[in-house]
């Protein structure tokens, strides 16, 4: 797990600074090659019962692997009672979001991530997490949504979680995580009541095989250099 602030979570701080200017699009200066044309592959992690990070415990987060195998996405299971005001400056428009805002997770929470279905994917650099589903912290992608566009749904995350690349994998050998297909009416539920304990619930009575994909232990193609 990377977050901003922290003991131990100050560690790997390249590796967040590669997945942060890869979501924001930037890149020393130059454009970011965006994922949103690459293949879908969220999932959920669901942490087991006996994970008490307080940052991650009886937590539901969608995930999908950016390009350098690091593991990105945002809690979904955490609302807050935060307003969109207090993070975006006057230039945006806010009104017509009226939603909750969710803790996305302990990366920049400072930051507004947006999750958005759309029928094509976004001009700005977002991530592709499942069929018409995008994760982005891009401001073109958050005016786009504000301003009415053509997302038929989405929702805003104070912050993100991530992983470097094979830190996800030492926590699965911890044993903190199961791991279950994402879906879209989950994501977007009204109500996140219950859905830990309905997962967990879940994920007992069906294991995941031992030969399932898991995030950061993927095997894909290399991106071109994209000045990261």
């Given at each position: 797990m990377i977050s901003v602030k922290g003991g131990r979570d100050?560690?790997?701080?390249?590796?967040?600074?590669?997945?942060?200017?890869?979501?924001?699009?930037?890149a020393a200066g130059q454009p970011a090659i965006g994922q949103q044309h690459d293949a879908a592959n969220g999932l959920f992690l669901v942490a087991k019962p006996g994970l008490l990070d307080p940052n991650f415990r009886q937590t539901v987060?969608?995930?999908?692997?950016?390009?350098?195998?690091?593991?990105?996405?945002?809690?979904?299971?955490?609302?807050?009672t935060l307003k969109l005001q207090q993070f975006l400056p006057d230039e945006f428009a806010t009104g017509q979001y009226h939603d909750a805002i969710f803790f996305g997770g302990p990366v920049m929470r400072?930051?507004?991530?947006?999750?958005?279905r759309a029928d094509e994917a976004p001009a700005a650099p977002a991530f592709h997490v499942l069929k018409d589903l995008y994760l982005s912290l891009h401001p073109d992608n958050l005016r786009w949504l504000l301003a009415g566009g053509g997302a038929t749904r989405y929702r805003?995350?104070?912050?993100?979680?991530?992983?470097?690349?094979?830190q996800l994998e030492s926590e699965f050998q911890r044993e903190?995580?199961?791991?279950?297909?994402?879906?879209?009416?989950?994501?977007?539920?009204?109500?996140?009541?219950?859905?830990w304990q309905e997962l967990v619930q879940r994920a007992e009575k069906r294991p995941v095989r031992s030969d399932a994909p898991v995030p950061g232990n993927a095997k894909r193609k290399a991106p071109p250099e994209a000045g990261l």
């Open positions: 100050n560690l790997p701080v390249y590796a967040l600074v590669r997945c942060l200017l890869f979501a924001a699009g930037v987060v969608l995930v999908t692997q950016a390009p350098d195998f690091s593991t990105v996405g945002v809690i979904i299971n955490r609302p807050t400072q930051a507004i991530v947006a999750l958005f805003l995350y104070a912050g993100f979680s991530g992983w470097a690349p094979r903190g995580w199961y791991v279950l297909p994402a879906d879209v009416e989950t994501i977007f539920r009204r109500s996140t009541e219950g859905l």
